[in-house]
Nanobody
Framework: QVQLVESGGGLVQPGGSLRLSCAASGSIFSIYAMGWYRQAPGKQRELVANIISDGSRNYADSVKGRFTIPSAKNTVDLQMNSLKPEDTAVYYC????????????????WGPGTQVTVSS
């Protein structure tokens, strides 16, 4: 079994910063990609940013230049700077194609979500 434990959400004023953290635990053999999605009320869940196992990163156009993902094994942080009210959403950690020791195949996993609210 794989668990994704998130931390770091909260309330911040526009222009402020927050850092989200997510750690994957379990008998993990490999992970193809880890990243963060978000879902605002009434909207579909969307990719914010992720990091692939080869070190490459993808960012949504709306967060380029403001959000970054540092590199670490089986963890994914999201450094969010210059936050805007439109960044308000529940942020979900995601691990893609996780292979578990001793089990065939690979599966995706989601964290429970953490609320980020940007408001004055």
């Amino acid at each position: 079994q794989v668990q994704l434990v998130e931390s770091g959400g909260g309330l911040v004023q526009p222009g402020g910063s927050l850092r989200l953290s997510c750690a994957a635990s379990g008998s993990i053999f490999s992970i193809y990609a880890m990243g963060w999605y978000r879902q605002a009320p009434g909207k579909q869940r969307e990719l914010v940013a992720n990091i692939i196992s080869d070190g490459s990163r993808n960012y949504a156009d709306s967060v380029k230049g403001r959000f970054t993902i540092p590199s670490a094994k089986n963890t994914v942080d999201l450094q969010m700077n210059s936050l805007k009210p439109e960044d308000t959403a529940v942020y979900y950690c995601h691990a893609e194609r996780v292979a578990i020791v001793g089990r065939p195949g690979a599966h995706d996993y989601w964290g429970p979500g953490t609320q980020v609210t940007v408001s004055s």
